[in-house]
């Protein structure tokens, strides 16, 4: 079955670079969601989208922004980058509560190290 | 802002034994899942429980959601190694589309 779809998997930035994450939910899910993992530590929630409108708002600087698009994929977009941005990030996606209980289902991740 | 308390942080285990872990909170959540996360790859869900009392099994592994909907716990029978990995709890206030609040991870290790 088709999973989470994450792109790059590893990506290298230095200090005050930009950065844009990408994610293609499972087939059918309409609704995303991204994830912060340090070294070590669970994942910290960022934002989340339904339908393309932001539905959650997380722990996310405000230099990083999100969307979601028409096909539902999701960029996470990241600013004046920060040694300590450096993590794991991951897209979830899902299907929203109209079909009931439907669990998150995460992709492999992005690594994202800043130099 | 939310805490979810893991317990054990690791577990050294010998191949065939049988292992739990658990996780608590201080609030009420809706939804319980459990997820597994090996090194460099994304965490995989294993089980979801809907229902408080619920008790749910998928092969060797078997999850209950507590009746206070506070609490919720895993457990691994007759271990193998290909069991090694990070186990996280995640709570989530509704059934869907909000966040998950995670637990610190227990991480194990089997022993051939």
């Known amino acids: 079955a088709a999973g989470v779809i994450q792109s790059p998997r590893h990506l290298i930035k230095e200090k005050r670079e930009t950065a844009t994450l990408k994610c293609y939910p499972i087939?059918?899910?309409?609704?995303v969601y991204w994830y912060q993992q340090g070294p070590g530590q669970d994942p910290q929630f960022l934002i989340s989208f339904y339908e393309k409108m932001q539905s959650d708002k997380g722990s996310i600087p405000d230099r990083f922004s999100a969307q979601q698009f028409s096909d539902y994929h999701s960029e996470l977009n990241m600013s004046s980058l920060e040694l300590g941005d450096s993590a794991l990030y991951f897209c979830?996606?899902?299907?929203?509560?109209?079909?009931?209980?439907?669990?998150?289902?995460f992709g492999d991740g992005t690594r994202l190290s800043i130099l | 802002g939310q805490q979810l308390n893991q317990s054990p942080q690791s577990m050294f285990i010998q191949e065939g034994e049988d292992v739990s872990m658990n996780c608590t909170s201080s609030s009420i959540f809706n939804t319980w899942l459990w997820y597994k996360q090996d090194p460099g790859e994304g965490p995989v869900l294993l089980i979801a429980?809907?229902?408080?009392?619920e008790l749910t099994s998928n092969g060797r592994l078997t999850a209950q959601f507590g009746t206070t909907r506070k609490d919720s716990f895993l457990n691994i029978s007759a271990s193998i190694p290909s069991d090694v990995g990070i186990y996280f709890c995640?709570?989530?206030?509704?059934?869907?589309?909000?966040?998950?609040?995670f637990g610190e991870g227990t991480q194990l290790t089997v022993n051939p």
């Open positions: 995640a709570g989530q206030r509704e059934t869907s589309g909000s966040r998950l609040t």
């Open positions: 979830a996606s899902s299907l929203s509560r109209k079909y009931g209980n439907q669990p998150q289902h």
């Open positions: 087939p059918r899910h309409d609704t």
């Open positions: 429980l809907y229902k408080a009392g």
